[in-house]
């Protein structure tokens, strides 16, 4: 039975992180007039309430979002994700918190589509009644890693993936790799995104050695929150990313680790084709 609920974690650190890289692709997507495909595999809600219980009980957006609202001088990098935030709180008081799917839905135009995914027995009719009367969206109830193979290549073809598991399940470590190289070498034009969370037990450094075992390029981005408590930092890899994604993570990256507090930023190709 799954119990991680993300209620009690949006608008942390990691979902700051996670979601600056997701907004950058986003706005990636939508420069072309082309039609795009986005799938969520593990969706969550939505977007979510901050005076509700849960996020109030954990805090965890005070040291998250929180900062990041309040502090002036962002640079370009992080506009796609301040916008997608200031058009949950129009009257400039910080109260909602886009989700993953919520950021992506705000990028979608009239042919592009999303697919989200969620297995949790609350959050997936939640998921189902936020999405309900778009029919750009459609929500599926499954496995998010069976789904990753099963769903790719979507119709759009260009577009991208995130792969956003509560690792939970401590096999997920093994897993995202294994499923993720099945995912990409069906569809080759894909941008893939993995989130990971870096605890003291570094579960996460086998699974980016497997990770850099498939063919592509590959781009590892992590905040770290040395000497903190349980989340010891946030990482993402982006598998085929566009030109220039590394560059606009740097940059969003150095500003993060003045802004977030006992932050620092480092990034790092695993792999990339020359030329
Ligand atoms: C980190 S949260 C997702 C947050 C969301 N992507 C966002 O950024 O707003 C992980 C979600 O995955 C769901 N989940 C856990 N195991 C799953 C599985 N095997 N398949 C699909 N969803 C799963 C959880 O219920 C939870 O809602």
Request: with cysteine; charged share 25%.
């Amino acid at each position: 039975m799954l119990s991680y609920q993300h209620a009690y974690h949006a608008g942390g650190p990691a979902d700051v992180h996670k979601h600056v890289a997701l907004a950058l692709l986003l706005a990636h997507l939508g420069k072309k007039d082309k039609p795009f495909t986005v799938i969520d595999l593990y969706a969550g809600e939505g977007d979510y309430d901050l005076t509700h219980y849960a996020a109030q009980k954990t805090g965890e957006f005070l040291s998250g979002i929180a900062p990041v609202w309040n502090a002036k001088g962002a640079p370009a990098a992080m506009q796609p994700y301040l916008s997608a935030v200031r058009r949950q709180n129009p009257d400039g008081a910080l109260k909602r918190y886009p989700g993953s799917p919520a950021l992506a839905r705000a990028a979608l135009r009239g042919d592009d589509r999303l697919i989200l995914n969620e297995l949790h027995k609350t959050a997936f009719p939640n998921l189902g009644r936020w999405a309900r009367k778009d029919e750009r969206i459609g929500v599926h109830k499954r496995d998010g890693l069976e789904a990753l193979v099963a769903l790719v290549p979507p119709t759009p073809r260009r577009g991208l993936v995130l792969i956003d598991p509560s690792y939970e399940v401590k096999s997920e470590y093994d897993d995202v790799p294994a499923k993720l190289s099945e995912a990409v070498r069906k569809w080759r034009e894909g941008t893939f995104v993995i989130w990971y969370p870096v605890l003291k037990e570094a579960r996460h450094r086998a699974m980016l050695e497997r990770i850099r075992e498939i063919d592509g390029d590959i781009f590892c981005d992590e905040l770290a929150f040395p000497g903190g408590k349980g989340l010891l930092g946030t990482g993402i890899v982006a598998v085929n990313p566009p030109w220039q994604f590394d560059e606009a993570m740097d940059e969003a990256g150095a500003w993060l680790a003045r802004v977030l507090p006992r932050c620092k930023h480092r990034s790092t190709w695993l792999r990339r084709a020359e030329g």
